[in-house]
């Protein structure tokens, strides 16, 4: 039986509906330049061991600079901030075309990733707002669709692109879709919030929130083991002589369309633990499946398993990071729970590198089940303080 309060909440605001559209637009044009930047490094360099400065660059920038964008965010002026890196992502993705020249390519994506710092930032935390806190896992699984689609259609649509069209064509496509997104944004209804300029003194303390580490951490062992997937099973499927392995990617990313906003709506009703709990399962459990994989279908299956298990966890806790954080403070959850998202891609993304190198990807595959089981300890050591935050948190709603 649902809450009384859950049946009062208005979720689906046009405010709600354009910031999902606009966050869809922005994640296309993010995710088009993923497969697609490290090709066009290799054609103007011919180098392949470059290839992989494309990422590195765009989330070191990240790293270093959401919690300022966070702190920037808590002044209260979000969908300003939000506007602010859309533009720069914006000018950055036309720049280009302009410089096809290694070290000004890396400059400019190094300064998109600033860009996408804080419109990403901003973003979350927008929604964090809108969405009627009795439904805030349920409104961030909704809210999360428009990254997980972005994630199915951004690479295929860039890559499609660049065969057909060529690099610069592909290049203006991505900076439409993001002026596409700031244009949508400017549609959204929402005053800046009054909260007095901090006087603290730049610190951890005050850039990153306390009470979102908990959920941070979870995420942060958890995206270890995402790295994995997404960096090396196109290379896995190809030793397991598996052709058309991109269909776990195309599997997974309807998966976690249909379980995002179905395991948000269970963690308002139900609690959270079930969720979280059980997504870090189906997660171990897909790597062990990936292990064994052999065929086409289980691998079909293993992305079945891990975009259930992921859709379960990733929105709870991004939910979980602003639950019961203040409103002058959700600018810093959200800059900490996505700064630990993109040190465990990082982290991951070179260290099983390294491991499969030494001992193979079947056995990377197999190790990559510790982290994930070390994201579980690291909930269940704080189950009951997430239960009861959540409760008061609706109670006082």
């Known amino acids: 039986m649902l809450d009384p309060n859950m049946q009062t909440q208005r979720l689906w605001t046009s405010n709600f509906f354009i910031l999902i559209i606009a966050n869809f637009a922005l994640f296309i044009a993010y995710y088009m330049l993923f497969p697609t930047l490290p090709v066009y490094i290799k054609e103007i360099t011919g180098k392949d061991a470059l290839t992989g400065l494309a990422m590195g660059s765009l989330l070191l920038a990240a790293v270093l600079f959401r919690p300022f964008a966070g702190r920037l965010i808590d002044t209260g002026k979000r969908k300003a901030v939000f506007l602010f890196g859309t533009a720069i992502f914006f000018l950055c993705t036309i720049s280009f075309n302009l410089a096809p020249v290694l070290l000004i390519l890396l400059a400019a994506r190094f300064i998109q990733g600033f860009g996408w710092a804080y419109c990403n930032t901003a973003a979350g935390t927008l929604a964090s707002d809108i969405i009627p806190k009795p439904r805030l896992a349920e409104g961030m699984g909704y809210y999360g669709l428009s990254l997980s689609l972005g994630m199915a259609i951004g690479p295929a649509l860039g890559l499609f692109l660049i065969q057909g069209y060529g690099f610069q064509f592909m290049f203006n496509i991505c900076a439409g879709y993001v002026f596409l997104s700031f244009l949508l944004a400017l549609l ?111 691998f079909i299956l293993a992305g079945m398993v891990y975009g259930i298990g992921y859709g379960a966890v990733q929105p709870t806790t991004q939910a979980l990071s602003v639950l019961y954080v203040p409103m002058e403070r959700r600018g810093s959850a959200t800059a900490t729970f996505f700064l630990f998202l993109d040190l465990g891609m990082c982290l991951g993304a070179v260290m099983w590198g390294v491991v499969a190198h030494y001992f193979g990807y079947g056995l990377m595959y197999l190790m990559v089940i510790i982290p994930t089981l070390l994201a579980l300890l690291v909930y269940l050591l704080f189950p009951r303080e997430a239960e009861k935050q959540q409760e008061l948190s609706i109670a006082n709603s």
């Open 188 to 298: 959204i209804k929402y005053s800046n919030l009054k909260i007095a300029a901090t006087k603290k003194p730049l610190s951890l303390k005050t850039i990153f929130e306390k009470k979102a580490i908990h959920p941070s951490l979870v995420i942060f062992f958890t995206s270890i083991g995402y790295a994995a997937v997404v960096s090396f099973l196109a290379l896995f499927g190809q030793e397991r002589h598996v052709s058309d392995v991109g269909l776990f990617f195309v599997v997974y990313a309807i998966s976690l369309t249909i379980s995002r906003p179905f395991f948000g709506r269970l963690a308002d009703t139900k609690g959270y633990d079930m969720v979280v709990v059980s997504g870090l399962i189906l997660c171990s459990l897909a790597m062990t499946i990936i292990y064994f994989a052999h065929t086409l279908p289980v």
